[in-house]
């Protein structure tokens, strides 16, 4: 449900509420010194200027995490896309700058939950938008937890060399359509 103080999404199990960072200084200890040094830090002022939206994730009134969410664009080739693809078009993406969950409470599908919701969100807004693409820049051991929900490694170096993260992107475009007009 989307109000305008909080969003709430009901599970089977669980009902999590995603609502908008509110102070500086929160911390939620997820175990990458970045992560919550961004959200004690960084997030809040990005949030109030606007340059990301910043949700904190609360079950039963405790924080559990958060994610960070901003409008962006890429620019790729792609294959499987119009026959004469233009390596300068730019696409619509939202990209999800954070998503972290509480040490304790990893592991247990809570930040899977959240990928749903962002998921939902980049579909129903790709309808009516330019919104193509899920986007982020992976920790290197989450990489094979987003594979796993569907996003691809746009560069297969960056696994091996020293970045410590990796673009992973997932698009939204329907190639069926794509392939019907390109064909007819």
């Known amino acids: 449900m989307l109000n305008r103080e909080y969003i709430t999404l009901d599970t089977k199990e669980r009902n999590l509420e995603f609502r908008p960072i509110h102070k500086d200084g ?4 997820c175990g990458n010194y970045s992560i919550d040094k961004y959200l004690t830090e960084r997030a809040y002022y990005e949030h ?3 340059i990301s939206f910043v949700y904190l994730v609360y079950l039963d009134e405790e924080i559990i995490g958060f994610f960070s969410i901003k409008i962006s664009k890429i620019s790729l080739p792609l294959e499987n896309d119009f026959e004469s693809s233009n390596e300068n078009d730019e696409f619509g993406a939202l990209l999800l ?13 809570f930040g899977s939950n959240v990928l749903e919701f962002l998921v939902g969100l980049v579909f129903g807004y790709g309808k009516s938008i330019n919104l193509r693409f899920l986007i982020l820049n992976a920790v290197k051991d989450k990489v094979d937890w987003y594979k796993k929900r569907n996003f691809l490694t746009v560069n297969k170096d960056e696994l091996k060399d020293a970045s410590p993260t990796v673009f992973m ?7 069926d359509k794509i392939k019907e007009i ?3």
Do not use: T
């Open 26 to 29: 929160i911390s939620i200890y």
């Open 48 to 50: 109030i200027r606007k």
């Open 97 to 109: 700058q954070n998503l972290a969950i509480r040490q304790g409470y990893q592991g247990h599908g």
């Open 169 to 175: 992107i997932m698009d939204f475009i329907d190639l």
């Open 182 to 184: 390109s064909e007819g």
